[in-house]
């Protein structure tokens, strides 16, 4: 199903070839100022970062998954269908809750757009984690 398997983070950034690790570095750098207590871990050998529960991940193209064949570097985000996206910026394909954006270049990473979308799917994230607290409190 893959073409890699990874044991940790440095394995996967030492990996990617140079073209996408400038893009996995400006998106993940991105991520770390919006969320700078997230937890990065390896899933699926591609970092997924996380605060009550998986909020994002980035997915190049250099790991495969299956047959489906990218062009660029996803940052996709695990509850997509959740957001606004009030920009039209994300992509769905056949997919009911994950939406990415496909980046082929750092020149088309939209800093303004990511970072408005990462805000609404923290604030996604903190809103989860608070309704989950309050039906334990019942």
Same mark, same amino acid.
């Not at 990218?70 to 957001?83: C, D, I």
């Given at each position: 199903?893959?073409?890699?398997?990874?044991?940790?983070?440095?394995?996967?950034?030492?990996?990617?070839?140079?073209?996408?690790?400038?893009?996995?570095?400006?998106?993940?750098?991105?991520?770390? /100022?919006?969320?700078?207590?997230?937890?990065?871990?390896?899933?699926?050998?591609?970092?997924?970062?996380?605060?009550?529960?998986?909020?994002?991940?980035?997915?190049?193209?250099?790991?495969?998954?299956?047959?489906?064949?990218?062009?660029?570097?996803?940052?996709?985000?695990?509850?997509?269908?959740?957001?606004?996206?009030?920009?039209?910026?994300?992509?769905?394909? /056949?997919?009911?809750?994950?939406?990415?954006?496909?980046?082929?270049?750092?020149?088309?990473?939209?800093?303004?757009?990511?970072?408005?979308?990462?805000?609404?799917?923290?604030?996604?994230?903190?809103?989860?984690?608070?309704?989950?607290?309050?039906?334990?409190?019942?």
């Amino acid at each position: 199903m893959q073409n890699v398997n990874f044991g940790n983070l440095a394995e996967f950034y030492n990996f990617i070839p140079e073209a996408e690790s400038l893009i996995v570095q400006k998106l993940r750098n991105i991520i770390h /100022t919006c969320m700078p207590h997230c937890t990065e871990k390896l899933s699926y050998n591609v970092p997924y970062f996380s605060l009550h529960n998986t909020v994002c991940f980035i997915w190049p193209p250099s790991v495969q998954w299956g047959n489906s064949k990218q062009k660029g570097v996803r940052l996709g985000f695990a509850k997509g269908y959740l957001l606004i996206d009030e920009y039209g910026y994300l992509d769905k394909g /056949t997919r009911k809750q994950i939406y990415w954006k496909e980046i082929t270049s750092v020149e088309q990473i939209d800093e303004e757009i990511i970072i408005a979308l990462l805000c609404e799917a923290i604030m996604l994230d903190e809103e989860h984690e608070a309704a989950k607290r309050m039906r334990k409190q019942r």
